[in-house]
């Protein structure tokens, strides 16, 4: 069982992290925001990572919600994100481009294929974000285009990260375990992706009225 009392340790390097970036005040000071809260509930979805593993699973959550939270205010950087990060060329945003730097760590507590993925899935999660930002309400589904909610779930959810989460590499190394785990990750990605549904209609359609 996950266990019942929050490690506020983890609060000081996540949000020392963010403390630190060459960001606009008001990004950063929202990026320290959401770092307090994240920090403490990653502790509680893999408690059985260890400390270091869950500050790099505790910064990479920050960055997702950030993004997510100020796309229309990075503007025109975003649509040239996966083309730049192809190429090698500079972001053009600061919270783009410490992402990126960021990311070329992501060895030293994932596996090959899981850092593959978590970069993969941060290309198709900053385009979702940009349909969301050019088309929210704008896209008129045909009758049978019956799996579209399901294939832009995907995109926007970043799941895939989450679910590779739950198999550390200092726990599960992939050249051991990934023949083992590698059948269940489509499922652990659903359950992630549905389950986050069900909590966001509580919020948005609850909580958000209160």
Known sequence: ????????????????????????????????????????????????????????????????????????????????????????????????????????????YQGPFAAAMSIKSVIEFIHGCIIERDYDGNIVLPRGAINFPEYFRLKTGIAEPFTHFCFPEALYPESEYLQIYLPALQDICDYINHTNDILSLYKESIVGEE
Request: overall charge negative; glycine content about 8%.
């Open 1 to 108: 069982m996950p266990p019942f009392d929050y490690d506020f340790s983890l609060e000081e390097p996540v949000m020392g992290h963010f403390e630190v970036q060459p960001w606009p005040e008001a990004h950063g000071n929202k990026a320290i925001k959401m770092a307090k809260w994240m920090s403490t509930g990653i502790c509680i979805c893999y408690p059985f990572a260890d400390r270091e593993t869950q500050i790099a699973y505790g910064i990479y959550s920050v960055y997702v919600l950030l993004i997510d939270d100020i796309t229309r205010e990075l503007g025109s950087s975003m649509d040239r994100f996966a083309v730049n990060l192809v190429f090698g060329s500079p972001q053009e945003s600061p919270v783009l481009q410490s992402l990126v730097d960021w990311l070329g760590g992501s060895l030293d």
